[in-house]
Every structure is written in structure tokens, then in C-alpha cells.
């Protein structure tokens, strides 16, 4: 996936409260990331990069007025419920918790109640997490036990991972999954969660909403149509609603009398047995609410709803606008003021960072994107580039100074989201270079350019040698270079548009006749001026 595409036993509990335990036993079984490349991305800096951009970009509440205790999230494909999620997670920041509780249905293996795992960790590309020493055991029992054929390929829980590695940082993970369950189970096991409680553990569950359409055989207000949307929406808001007040018999009226599809109904009953148990006050903020048709472009005669949802210990609860459409990045307008130097050495280092998270291992990246500031104005699309030019003379002599240089030409995404993945593209993925290996990264220098948005001429005499960039296009090719790349080269306008159009794989005097013409600006920003 490219950054940025969907269930009865009464036990008696009683003992201490669970301590915390950070770090797992050592030897064991790790679970290896069954999603990373399909469902999230697979390199550890572009999930990185795409798990923050994805908590920015359409969450409505930067920070609330106290941390949640619990969490209602989505585990479709980033592509489809990443922004949903986002708000949620966006939410958390480094050491607000050593503990995360994550429980999600079992969509690949059918089973009478809790399945746990035993595991030392779970792995995704952002680096291991360690299971909580000590929390199995207090768990197994009863409506609880080993699974191992349902944990293995399910998503649920391993797609709010790498959300959680890069809002938390360090912590430890008790992965849960509901099979078939009763009230009497949920209550049971509801009272042994409880005692996981203390303040510095997080719980998260995490559930679509409803799944309509002929290929979940749920399709009670007829074929999917824009008259049936509302019809939906409503339907859902009604289970949103019972969540808010948490309302465990008034939801499993609710969905003997509709049969909502939801596929995590159980672990979600579980939440509302579990929330008075701990948070008697807790209310909820919905923060996200949104469903895949509502996706730009997406055809489908299905549909899978969304939500994301924070519960609170104690009220009061702020006012939140819900997210109720995939967020809409704004390209920076034409007038849009120059950076600062300093916003280009911002970036100059956040390239870097991410090169060393990809190919060093380090989390350089999660602290520099941490560390961004927020606003709307981060969020606007612009075009970049990234450049990087070996240092080492002997190398330059014989293998040329350039070592690879790609970007987005057109506005895709914000700078800091941009800046990351050019970088990774122009170390990995130019196809004119072999991929960078670790081991040169000290002999590389970076270069960041930042594009204006372009223009279209009608003649390339209006093309100014050091001071526009150039975009070729004719007959479904195109090419481009850089502002600074026919001053570093000696051309004229002549000789950089016969290499332009060679570039593009056209005959070096396809420029005269028949393309089409567009120049733009660029800052540049050197890492070592």
C-alpha cells in the first residue's frame, strides 16, 4: 500500500489489580505484521510518516481536556478508515500510558468466548511491541483462553498498532479478540479487565459499524442508493448514541432489533460492561463518523461505516464537529508567503530523519514529526522535491555527484508528509540508482525544494534559465527538472529543453512542436549551505 486503501461462563473474580510490566519475558513467539504492504504501509519511516499525517489531518480535537480511558476505533485499510481512526489517536502523546488493552472481533475463526495470546510480542515495520508479562496469566480462565489459529491472520488488533507506536511511543500490549459471547461472559470478563485499571492503561476496541450491501447479505433498506445513505447514517447514529450513554442492555436491544451488522458487537458490549466498572462517569466524545461510499471515486454496491469515538472519566466533555466526510487537503494558495529559513532547515532535517528511521532503524522520524507544529496552514498541499548529491569526491569523479532525486510536482500532500516520502523515493525507489544503503548515508548531503504551483506558458521564451523550473508533456510522456538543474548543467533554454524532452523518452527536439509547457519556482534549501 502506498502511503495514503474494510463473537457463558459466570467466573468469580476477585485478587489485586495487575501490575504493569513494560517489558516482555525474554525467548518466545513473536507475531510477525500480517498487513504491513497491503492494509498500512510496509516501510517503518512511511508508516511512520503516514500514521501522523493520518492523526492531522481531519481530527477535529488536537488534545483533550483529559485522557481518554477508552477508545472506539475502526480496522479497515488505512486507504479506507485511516483518517477515521486518526482522530482518535491523535488524542494520545508519548507516556500518557505503559498499557494498552486492544480488543477487536475475530473475523477468521469461530469461537466460544475471549482469545488471548501468549506471545513475547507483536511486530509491525515500526519496531516490536511487547506483551505484558504477567496479564496472561490473570486473564486465562473460564470465558478466556489460547486461540492460536484466530490471532494469526487477524487485523483487528494489529491494525491500530502502528497508530498507537507512534502517539505512545514505548508500551505494553494485551491483544484480545471476542468470539461468540453472551452477556453473562462479557460481564465476567468485563470484571477481570477491570483490574487491569490504574490509570496508566489504555483499552481500546475496535470495531466497523455497520457493513451493508449484497456482499454482507445486510440490506434492509434496500440496494445501496443515495436515498438509502441517510437511512444508514441514522441507523448508525442510533448505535453511536447507545455507546455515548453507555447503555449495554439498550444496545443489545438495539441490535437484536436491527441487526446491525457491526462486527466487533461483542467486544463493543464488552466496553459498556467494562466503563462502569472503572469510569462510572465516563461520557463520550465522537470524533469521527463516516462510511466508504462516502470516499471520492470509490464505486461499490457495499458499504462499511466508521466511527471513532474517546470516552472520558469525568465530564465535563467539549464540544467536538465531528468528522462526518473523508478530510479534504487544501493545495497553499498562489499567494502563499516564502519559508523562512528556518522552516527550510525544518525540513531539510525532517528528510533526514526520515532516511535514518528507514535505513539506520532510529526513531528520528517520530520525534521530528512530534515535534511539528500544527495548524491549519501545516496541513495545505505543496509541491517538493528532494535531491540527494554524494559528497565523497573520489565518487563524485566516478560515479557522477547526483544519487537520486524524485518528488511530488504537483500539490499531493503537506510539506512534512511530502518532504518524508520524496526523500525515501529519492533514496529507494529513482530508477536510475541502485537503493541507498545505510552504510552511505554519511556521504550524502540532502536537498530540499519547495515548488510554487505551476503555470502554463505559451512559449518557452518565457522560460528563465535559473529561476523557473519546467514541466515537458506531449503525447501521454512527461518530464521535469528543477529550477536549479540548467545553471548546475551550463544550458541554455534550448539545450535543457532537447534534454527535458529526452528525459521524457522523446526525441530531443520533441519540444518544438506540439507539447505542452508549465514552469514553476523553487526554494531550495541545502543541508550544508
Given at each position: 500500500?502506498?502511503a495514503?486503501?474494510?463473537?457463558?461462563?459466570?467466573?468469580?473474580?476477585?485478587?489485586?489489580?495487575?501490575?504493569?510490566?513494560?517489558?516482555?519475558?525474554?525467548?518466545?513467539?513473536?507475531?510477525?505484521?500480517?498487513?504491513?504492504?497491503?492494509?498500512?504501509?510496509?516501510?517503518?519511516?512511511?508508516?511512520?510518516?503516514?500514521?501522523?499525517?493520518?492523526?492531522?489531518?481531519?481530527?477535529?480535537?488536537?488534545?483533550?481536556?483529559?485522557?481518554p480511558?477508552?477508545?472506539?476505533?475502526?480496522?479497515?485499510?488505512?486507504?479506507?478508515?485511516?483518517?477515521?481512526?486518526?482522530?482518535a489517536f491523535?488524542?494520545?502523546?508519548?507516556?500518557?500510558?505503559?498499557?494498552?488493552?486492544?480488543?477487536?472481533?475475530?473475523?477468521?475463526?469461530?469461537?466460544?468466548?475471549?482469545?488471548?495470546d501468549?506471545?513475547?510480542?507483536?511486530?509491525?515495520?515500526?519496531?516490536e511491541?511487547?506483551?505484558?508479562?504477567?496479564?496472561?496469566?490473570?486473564?486465562?480462565?473460564?470465558?478466556a483462553r489460547?486461540?492460536?489459529?484466530?490471532?494469526?491472520?487477524?487485523h483487528?488488533?494489529?491494525?491500530?498498532l502502528?497508530?498507537?507506536?507512534?502517539?505512545?511511543?514505548r508500551?505494553c500490549?494485551?491483544?484480545i479478540?471476542?468470539?461468540?459471547?453472551?452477556?453473562?461472559?462479557?460481564?465476567?470478563?468485563?470484571a477481570r479487565?477491570?483490574?487491569?485499571?490504574?490509570g496508566?492503561?489504555?483499552?481500546?476496541f475496535?470495531?466497523?459499524?455497520?457493513?451493508?450491501?449484497?456482499?454482507?447479505?445486510?440490506?434492509?433498506?434496500?440496494?445501496?442508493s443515495?436515498?438509502?445513505?441517510?437511512k444508514?447514517?441514522a441507523?448508525?447514529?442510533?448505535?453511536?448514541?447507545?455507546l455515548?450513554?453507555?447503555?449495554?442492555?439498550?444496545f443489545?436491544?438495539?441490535?437484536?432489533e436491527?441487526?446491525?451488522?457491526?462486527?466487533?458487537?461483542?467486544?463493543?458490549?464488552?466496553?459498556?460492561?467494562?466503563?462502569?466498572?472503572?469510569?462510572?462517569k465516563?461520557?463520550a466524545?465522537?470524533?469521527?463518523?463516516?462510511?466508504s461510499?462516502?470516499?471520492?471515486g470509490?464505486?461499490?454496491?457495499?458499504?462499511?461505516?466508521?466511527?471513532?469515538?474517546?470516552?472520558?472519566?469525568?465530564?465535563?466533555?467539549?464540544?467536538?464537529?465531528?468528522?462526518?466526510?473523508?478530510?479534504?487537503?487544501?493545495?497553499?494558495?498562489?499567494?502563499?508567503?516564502?519559508?523562512?529559513?528556518?522552516?527550510?532547515?525544518?525540513?531539510?532535517k525532517?528528510?533526514?530523519?526520515?532516511?535514518?528511521?528507514?535505513l539506520?532503524?532510529?526513531?528520528?522520524?517520530?520525534?521530528?514529526?512530534?515535534?511539528?507544529?500544527?495548524?491549519?496552514?501545516?496541513?495545505?498541499?505543496?509541491?517538493?522535491?528532494?535531491?540527494?548529491?554524494?559528497t565523497?569526491?573520489?565518487?563524485?569523479?566516478?560515479?557522477?555527484?547526483?544519487?537520486?532525486?524524485?518528488?511530488?510536482?504537483?500539490?499531493?500532500?503537506?510539506?512534512?508528509?511530502?518532504?518524508?516520502?520524496?526523500?525515501?523515493?529519492a533514496?529507494?525507489?529513482?530508477?536510475?540508482?541502485?537503493?541507498?544503503?545505510?552504510?552511505?548515508l554519511p556521504?550524502?548531503?540532502?536537498?530540499?525544494?519547495?515548488?510554487?504551483?505551476?503555470?502554463?506558458?505559451?512559449?518557452?521564451?518565457?522560460?528563465?534559465?535559473?529561476?523557473?523550473?519546467?514541466?515537458?508533456?506531449?503525447?501521454?510522456?512527461?518530464?521535469?527538472?528543477?529550477?536549479?538543474?540548467?545553471?548546475?548543467?551550463?544550458?541554455?533554454?534550448?539545450?535543457?529543453?532537447?534534454?527535458?524532452?529526452?528525459?521524457?523518452?522523446?526525441?530531443?527536439?520533441?519540444?518544438?512542436?506540439?507539447?505542452?509547457l508549465?514552469?514553476?519556482?523553487?526554494?531550495?534549501?541545502?543541508?550544508?549551505?
Amino acid at each position: 500500500m502506498k502511503a495514503i486503501a474494510g463473537y457463558a461462563i459466570a467466573v468469580a473474580l476477585a485478587g489485586a489489580p495487575v501490575a504493569i510490566a513494560p517489558e516482555a519475558a525474554s525467548g518466545g513467539r513473536v507475531r510477525p505484521a500480517a498487513l504491513a504492504g497491503s492494509w498500512y504501509p510496509e516501510g517503518r519511516a512511511s508508516l511512520v510518516a503516514a500514521a501522523e499525517l493520518l492523526m492531522r489531518a481531519g481530527a477535529p480535537l488536537d488534545r483533550a481536556p483529559q485522557k481518554p480511558v477508552a477508545l472506539v476505533v475502526p480496522h479497515a485499510g488505512w486507504n479506507y478508515s485511516g483518517p477515521v481512526a486518526g482522530t482518535a489517536f491523535r488524542l494520545l502523546r508519548p507516556g500518557d500510558f505503559d498499557r494498552v488493552v486492544v480488543m477487536g472481533p475475530s473475523h477468521h475463526q469461530a469461537f466460544r468466548g475471549y482469545a488471548i495470546d501468549d506471545a513475547r510480542a507483536y511486530r509491525t515495520p515500526v519496531g516490536e511491541v511487547p506483551l505484558c508479562a504477567g496479564v496472561f496469566a490473570s486473564l486465562q480462565g473460564g470465558e478466556a483462553r489460547p486461540v492460536p489459529d484466530a490471532v494469526g491472520p487477524e487485523h483487528s488488533v494489529e491494525i491500530e498498532l502502528p497508530f498507537l507506536q507512534v502517539a505512545l511511543g514505548r508500551f505494553c500490549l494485551v491483544p484480545i479478540l471476542a468470539g461468540e459471547t453472551d452477556a453473562d461472559m462479557e460481564r465476567a470478563f468485563a470484571a477481570r479487565l477491570s483490574k487491569l485499571d490504574d490509570g496508566r492503561t489504555l483499552f481500546v476496541f475496535s470495531s466497523d459499524f455497520s457493513h451493508y450491501g449484497p456482499r454482507f447479505d445486510y440490506q434492509p433498506f434496500g440496494a445501496l442508493s443515495p436515498a438509502v445513505l441517510p437511512k444508514i447514517r441514522a441507523m448508525n447514529e442510533r448505535a453511536v448514541a447507545l455507546l455515548a450513554a453507555v447503555d449495554a442492555s439498550g444496545f443489545r436491544g438495539y441490535l437484536q432489533e436491527t441487526g446491525n451488522t457491526i462486527c466487533g458487537r461483542r467486544d463493543l458490549e464488552t466496553l459498556l460492561e467494562l466503563l462502569p466498572r472503572i469510569a462510572p462517569k465516563a461520557r463520550a466524545l465522537t470524533l469521527a463518523a463516516y462510511a466508504s461510499s462516502d470516499i471520492p471515486g470509490l464505486k461499490d454496491d457495499s458499504a462499511v461505516a466508521y466511527t471513532a469515538m474517546a470516552f472520558l472519566r469525568e465530564p465535563p466533555v467539549p464540544a467536538v464537529a465531528t468528522l462526518t466526510a473523508p478530510p479534504r487537503l487544501e493545495d497553499a494558495p498562489p499567494e502563499t508567503p516564502a519559508l523562512t529559513d528556518e522552516a527550510g532547515t525544518r525540513l531539510v532535517k525532517l528528510a533526514r530523519a526520515a532516511l535514518d528511521s528507514e535505513l539506520r532503524g532510529t526513531d528520528d522520524l517520530q520525534k521530528a514529526l512530534a515535534a511539528w507544529p500544527a495548524g491549519r496552514d501545516q496541513e495545505r498541499r505543496q509541491g517538493v522535491f528532494v535531491t540527494l548529491n554524494r559528497t565523497d569526491p573520489q565518487e563524485i569523479r566516478t560515479q557522477g555527484k547526483l544519487r537520486g532525486c524524485i518528488g511530488q510536482p504537483e500539490p499531493t500532500f503537506p510539506l512534512y508528509y511530502g518532504t518524508a516520502e520524496a526523500a525515501l523515493d529519492a533514496a529507494l525507489h529513482d530508477p536510475r540508482f541502485e537503493p541507498v544503503k545505510a552504510a552511505e548515508l554519511p556521504r550524502l548531503s540532502l536537498e530540499v525544494t519547495v515548488l510554487s504551483p505551476r503555470r502554463p506558458i505559451a512559449s518557452y521564451k518565457e522560460i528563465k534559465i535559473g529561476t523557473h523550473g519546467v514541466v515537458l508533456q506531449k503525447s501521454g510522456h512527461a518530464a521535469l527538472f528543477l529550477p536549479q538543474v540548467a545553471p548546475e548543467q551550463g544550458w541554455n533554454v534550448e539545450q535543457m529543453l532537447e534534454a527535458l524532452s529526452e528525459k521524457a523518452g522523446l526525441p530531443k527536439d520533441a519540444w518544438r512542436e506540439g507539447a505542452t509547457l508549465s514552469v514553476f519556482t523553487g526554494q531550495v534549501f541545502p543541508e550544508h549551505p
